[in-house]
């Protein structure tokens, strides 16, 4: 089995969310993946992409100083 391609939870742990927040994305199409014999696969690769882009496109927060 090709070591990119995670389960549902295994993403959910890489995406820090609730597996079932997976599920739903994974159906609505939010979220890459495929399905392999039934079950859905993410590849791990793409979903860091995603998070990369998504810390890119996120304003940055500095501390106040008080």
């Known amino acids: 089995m090709n070591s990119d ?3 549902p939870e295994e993403a959910a742990v890489l995406l820090r ?3 079932e927040t997976v599920y739903r994305n994974l159906r ?3 979220l890459p993946g495929m399905k392999l014999g039934g079950q859905w696969r993410l590849s ?3 979903l860091e ?3 990369g882009a998504a810390q ?3 304003p ?3 501390a106040i100083d008080s």
Do not use: A, F
Request: without cysteine; proline residues 0%.
């Open 5 to 7: 391609l995670l389960t």
């Open 49 to 51: 992409s995603l998070m």
């Open 28 to 30: 609505r199409g939010r």
């Open 17 to 19: 969310i609730n597996r």
């Open 60 to 62: 940055d927060v500095r």
């Open 44 to 46: 791990k690769t793409q």
């Open 56 to 58: 890119l496109s996120t």
